[in-house]
């Protein structure tokens, strides 16, 4: 199964910045997290699209991610994102606006702790969206903390700390 | 979603004897890695079997697990099934020799390299057993290293030290 | 050998906030580091003074912890102090005036990346001050990343994101 | 500071067959230990003596780790020893008798659980050996969970998991 895998930066990727203190997307760690997988069900393509906190993504950005995103959906048996989630539901409801039910499956995933700390979500996470991608119908999805949800109607819930949709309903 | 989760033992459970240097199944590290994980799309109903390397298990052992899936399938959304790879495919084809296709899907999983270990794949494998439950039509399958195989025809692959379905094909 | 160890912030102890995705001295996490330590040569005696960025820090701060120290070192066989980086050497100086050489060492330490990310170098910072403390002779000490040096005279050295004795010059 | 580093095995070195569920000394995981720890106060000379499990080391094993250590502290500023636990008093003290007070201090250390184990001490016994050979004056150490214990009259206290001296005393 052959899967593109979309990095676009987010909490997932931030780096610690020794000198300055801060937590900043600078360099993808993705293909660290990768390398620390077991991956025996798909052959990954790696596009990195940009390296962005979700939180300075323009109208563009989120166009130009559901585009990618769609296109690589057409070559592809699935397509993962890596996203900031604070901005993650608008580039996946871009997609679900362009495109409708791409020709195979789009999850999106991110992370609330960056993969540099110990008590990252983000190895969970990505290793839910690679699993998922390969069992659920074509269709946008986000998979994190143990759910997997179809846009559209999916919104991040801030104060729980992870995704939700109103009304229901997982993949399949 | 309510899930049972029975544990069994096996490598993915094995803890280090200080005083023997030795690698074994003595108490349940199971609850550790699941305070690890952010488990937002179920409920986990813990069921602790037994705590055995699969090699040690009886006629009888396999037996008592098969039944014990089938019938907490009756009363869950799913069952994961935590399991020595050794003898993991025994247990599964027994579920499917006793109650065929279960009311609820039954997911076993496993790891090659304890939990205790820093490079472990235990979590990994937690991680997609207790998505795929969640996705996949009732059955019994193998969830590990990124694949999800269903029963009957699993094997354990030793030469590439994960399972392979000869002839193929994933759940869904 | 009884030993105070005195905590007062610093990036050593800095801890995740998600809602907001910043680093921060929230709550100590010095006893989850010492619990993860093998301690035989000494009894700790915690002493929670503050918990600062040192960057934040008043005179009156420094002279604190100082005071503090000094105090501690009458009544204890040594003292460590756990402290941001960036004003470390100040309150090492401050030391020196108010006290000159204490009745037992007093050895500061910190680091350069948060205990919570997963390359951090705060277990080996504290591991050298827990064990320079008992091997140093009365006076004020640093200990970080593998050297220990004596005030007065030892600097921040930015460039090489540690500290310096420029003239040189261990404990000992 | 130039300092000698010779690996001879032992546990803080075994790692996981994966085949065969054991822990075994096979390759030196020490460059990676030491990889993980910053650096600042010595140059590391690399020794890589053998890699055995200290329990089955001959008479000659233990006089050669001896002659080895003595001839190296008469290069360097220090030496450092990284030795199975079992037997590592057997090492030490034939350093003494082979060679009284070396030129510089030999540090012998090791580890009650694997590098390879999550909640393993070996870097924190590497740390304090390495930091321990800068402080202490020229003599045979071991230095482990946080003590530094001269020879002769060193012993494994197998009761309570680490290295005592009946009678007392630590280095300096």
Known sequence: MRVALISTGGTIEKTYDELRGVLENQVSVLDIMLA??????IEVHRVALMNKDSLDMSPEDHTLIARS????????????????TDRLAVSGHRVVELAGTPPSPIVFTGAMRPYELRSTDA???LTEALLAVQL???????????????????????????FAKPGGGAGG
Chains 1, 2, 3, 4 share one sequence.
Do not use: C, W
């Open 36 to 41: 620390s997988l077991e991956l025996r069900g």
């Open 136 to 162: 659920v119908k074509p269709g946008v999805y986000v998979a994190m903390h143990n759910q997997v949800l179809q846009f559209p109607g999916v919104i991040k819930d801030v104060q729980r700390r992870t």
């Open 123 to 125: 190895l969970q996470n």
């Open 69 to 84: 995103a769609a296109q690589l959906a057409a070559t592809h048996d699935g397509v993962v994102v890596v996203h900031g």
